[in-house]
């Protein structure tokens, strides 16, 4: 059992510490320059086993050849591109694998419409610019600055939601390996182990479209949705504990079953049809993801937990579920209710549910 930690989200490499340690000291394969880790330990890190006596446990369930792929890329010289629908755990994956690599996972880009060039060349302190005239002291770099510097992993989320101009500008850093400072006369030379992991959502198309220049840069690895409800229900399961220990939670190991019905429904309104096949469903807008069937499994657990008896019951979980269905309050609350009213009711050992449902539904 790991401590309580002193923040609320210590950062990957913080929070793993003690498996980062043995695997780097049980490893004896080839590192690439300024790894950390051999490829082989990175994908151990991310997968989970053993290294000496100390247990790794897995962060990603699913392929390991996706995996694999991944931290290959990550040693040439091409950048690696996460690409999935929300909540396939692309953000997750990259922040693993930065721990993983350069033992460092916050040198992080978050992309928005209204992310600057500055995000990824650099930055002045207007005080220092203004007293002292141009010079590295004034100089503020950016994340990807950093990173090349020091020949570690920069992240940037959400790459498509970068303006143009700033994509561009990440071209010319990576297939240059380059960053120049005009204003000093210098530039900046990446030393190896520096590469770039972007995530990116195929779903809600970024503003902005990649350029082609900029996709031909990335080497792209699609996550894809759990394959099947078992493996969903370990991954809600596992991640809904580890958070529910940061939060002194109750121990979700008695939740199972409610978990399964969670991940079930989710399923079903994600693919439009039930599980066995026979019923088709209208699809609702959400994009009830894993990552949203955790929240709704956590949130259920804080009620379990403060207002109820700790044990997680249908009534807990009733409105994350219908919040996380009900996205547009006309098309998907007839979604919501036709599925409550052809599928859930007809299942008898559903029935708490279905009447938890209903009375959230009003
Ligand atoms: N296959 C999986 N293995 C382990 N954890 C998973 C898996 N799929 C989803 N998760 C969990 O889902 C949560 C959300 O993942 P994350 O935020 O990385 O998704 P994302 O793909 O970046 O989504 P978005 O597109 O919304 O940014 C994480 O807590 C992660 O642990
Ligand atoms: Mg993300």
Redesign the pocket.
């Known amino acids: 059992m790991t401590e309580a930690p002193a923040v609320l989200r210590p950062h990957a490499e913080q929070q793993f510490a003690a498996e980062l340690t043995a695997l780097a000291a049980a490893d004896d394969r080839p590192r690439p320059t300024n790894w950390r880790l051999s490829p082989w330990a990175v994908v151990t890190y991310l997968l989970g086993g053993t290294a000496g006596d100390t247990v790794i446990t897995p ?4 392929s390991r050849r996706l995996i694999e792929v991944a931290v290959a890329t990550v040693a040439t010289d091409r950048a690696l591109l996460l690409l ?10 990259s922040e693993h694998l930065a721990a993983a690599i350069s033992g460092d996972s916050t040198l992080l880009i978050q992309g928005t419409a209204g992310t600057a060039e500055e995000a990824i060349r650099y930055g002045w302190n207007y005080a220092r610019l203004l007293a002292q005239g141009p010079s590295e002291a004034a100089l503020v770099p950016s994340p990807v600055m950093t990173a090349m510097r020091t020949g570690a992993l920069a992240r940037i989320e ?1 790459l498509t939601r970068l303006p143009s101009d700033v994509q561009d500008a990440l071209i010319t850093v990576l297939s240059e390996k380059t960053l120049p400072i005009p204003e000093l006369g210098i530039e900046v030379q990446a030393r190896p182990g520096f590469n770039v992991i972007a ?1 990116a ?1 195929d779903r809600d198309r970024g503003v902005n479209e990649l350029s082609s220049a900029l996709r031909r840069r990335f080497n792209t690895v699609v ?1 894809p949705l ?1 394959a099947g409800v078992d493996e969903e229900v370990g ?1 809600v399961a596992t ?1 809904v504990a580890d958070l529910g220990r940061t939060l002194d939670l109750p121990s979700a190991t008695d939740a199972v079953a409610e978990i399964r019905r969670v991940v079930t429904v989710f399923r079903e309104l994600r693919s439009g049809l039930t599980e066995d096949g026979r019923t088709s469903l209208k699809v609702p807008s959400g994009s009830l ?3 949203e069937a ?1 929240s709704v499994v956590t949130g259920g657990l804080a009620l379990a937990a403060h207002f109820g008896d700790g044990v997680l019951r249908a009534a807990d979980v009733a409105g994350g579920i219908q919040g996380a269905v009900v996205k547009d309050p006309v098309a998907d609350r007839i979604a919501w209710t036709e599925y409550l009213e052809t599928v859930v009711r007809q299942r008898t050992e559903w029935h708490d549910f279905y009447r938890a449902c209903r009375e959230v539904a009003g």
Do not use: D, F
């Open positions: 962060k990603y369930v699913g999935g629908v929300p909540g396939t755990a692309k953000s997750w994956v959400e995530t959502n996550l759990p991954i991640r993801s894993t990552a955790i």
